[in-house]
């Protein structure tokens, strides 16, 4: 029995560094999109943005936008109100009113969901791109629009995944946050270069009108609570896999929040959760498997000294290789965010995370997420 269990440890332990490994080797050869200053836009683009109850934040997401350097005449900006019951409205139409942005602002009388929201947004749009953002996000670059508009007249790309930070915030829960989001960011940039693109994320997401129309909209994936995102990457890839592009530039990202509080964070993550049987793309549930039972065994190793008198050496190996491979997925994501990583915080954390990965699998099977 004991070895059984060794040998499902060791496996699961190696078919997690060869994806990681594979993310990374992507990730690398992904080669950086440059922003030239002779090129000039010519790409008319609505901006879609759904907010409820986002009164701490909408603010400072719009004026983030109206600082582009951008040629306003070839944007639009479309707000959803998506049935908020805080200041989130007013706050906005008075930033809108200050600005000169070509602007339309959409009233759900009740939440109808991101995926109805975007929809209506969209079905009178005579905009050839649409971006995607979320009300609780921020750009510090003026480069951001311009880069991801540019990326894509020049490559032509129709779904373009553009990157996400996440606040690089102090505390247990938010650095957390801050090193799960690097990690992911990396992956979803390498296995995007291997054409396996399986991570994306609605709060900075580029595409067409014509690709949105093409696999008709979320109606695949209407009754899911979440998933305007990944579902809509897999069924592009369905109908034209090389139309997807990760947009490699430091300017093309955007920074959002950590969430605040374990019930928060966990109610998140059940959400997102909800989506993989859903997912016809068995890489992401394989993935899952595949982490939580590296972190599993990392715990169970970590705690059998308690009962068995004696420290394993295959238990220090365990946790030492994935420790180490971990590092390297968050070494390499600070050089390219170029963002300070706070490592006092790192070997805590990496064993917290087996916990917290140990958590959210179990509250995921068990409880059903709300709609956001």
């Known amino acids: 029995m004991m070895l059984a269990i060794k040998i499902i440890g060791v496996l699961s332990l190696l078919i997690y560094i060869i994806y990681l490994v594979y993310g990374l080797i992507g990730f690398n050869k992904t080669k950086t999109?440059?922003?030239?200053?002779?090129?000039?836009?010519?790409?008319?683009?609505?901006?879609?943005?759904?907010?409820?109850?986002?009164?701490?934040?909408?603010?400072?997401?719009?004026?983030?936008?109206?600082?582009?350097?951008?040629?306003?005449?070839?944007?639009?900006?479309?707000?959803?109100?998506?049935?908020?019951?805080?200041?989130?409205?007013?706050?906005?139409?008075?930033?809108?009113?200050?600005?000169?942005?070509?602007?339309?602002?959409?009233?759900?009388?009740?939440?109808?969901?991101?995926?109805?929201?975007?929809?209506?947004?969209?079905?009178?749009?005579?905009?050839?791109?649409?971006?995607?953002?979320?009300?609780?996000t921020f750009t510090e670059d003026k480069n951001w629009l311009k880069t991801i508009i540019s990326h894509y007249e020049q490559t032509q790309k129709q779904f373009?995944?553009?990157?996400?930070?996440?606040?690089?915030?102090?505390?247990?829960?938010?650095?957390?946050?801050?090193?799960?989001?690097?990690?992911?960011?990396?992956l979803t940039g390498g296995f995007a270069f291997h054409k396996k693109a399986f991570l994306c994320n609605g709060a900075n997401l580029a595409f067409t009108k014509k690709i949105f129309e093409?696999?008709?909209?979320?109606?695949?994936?209407?009754?899911?609570?979440s998933g305007d995102d990944v579902l809509f990457l897999e069924d592009v890839k369905k109908i034209d896999p090389e139309t997807i592009s990760y947009l490699k530039n430091k300017s093309a990202s955007v920074i959002t929040y950590p969430v605040k509080g374990f019930k928060k964070l966990m109610q998140q993550k059940v959400r997102w959760a909800s989506k993989f049987d859903k997912n016809p793309n068995q890489t992401n549930a394989?993935?899952?498997?595949?982490?939580?039972?590296?972190?599993?065994?990392?715990?169970?190793?970590?705690?059998?000294?308690?009962?068995?008198?004696?420290?394993?050496?295959?238990?220090?190996?365990?946790?030492?290789?994935?420790?180490?491979?971990?590092?390297?997925?968050?070494?390499?994501?600070?050089?390219?965010?170029?963002?300070?990583v706070k490592w006092l915080w790192f070997l805590p954390?990496?064993?917290?995370?087996?916990?917290?990965?140990?958590i959210t699998a179990l509250l995921s099977i068990f409880v059903k997420p709300n709609r956001s």
């Open 214 to 225: 093409k696999v008709n909209g979320y109606k695949s994936h209407e009754g899911i609570n």
């Open 33 to 136: 999109f440059e922003l030239t200053g002779s090129h000039i836009n010519t790409t008319k683009t609505r901006i879609i943005i759904c907010a409820k109850n986002e009164e701490d934040t909408i603010e400072k997401c719009l004026r983030s936008i109206f600082e582009q350097n951008f040629d306003i005449k070839l944007l639009e900006i479309v707000l959803v109100n998506d049935g908020s019951t805080d200041n989130t409205l007013s706050i906005s139409q008075k930033v809108f009113s200050d600005s000169k942005i070509n602007f339309q602002i959409i009233i759900n009388t009740e939440s109808l969901g991101k995926k109805i929201s975007i929809t209506s947004a969209i079905e009178k749009c005579n905009s050839e791109l649409i971006i995607s953002r979320d009300a609780d």
């Open 349 to 358: 954390l990496t064993f917290f995370y087996s916990f917290y990965v140990i």
């Open 286 to 340: 394989f993935l899952a498997i595949i982490v939580l039972l590296v972190h599993f065994f990392s715990l169970f190793y970590l705690i059998m000294p308690l009962f068995a008198h004696h420290i394993p050496i295959i238990g220090i190996i365990f946790n030492f290789l994935r420790v180490i491979i971990d590092f390297l997925l968050l070494f390499l994501a600070s050089r390219y965010f170029n963002r300070p």
């Open 160 to 186: 373009i995944i553009a990157p996400l930070e996440i606040e690089n915030k102090n505390g247990l829960l938010n650095q957390l946050q801050f090193f799960e989001n690097n990690a992911l960011a990396i």
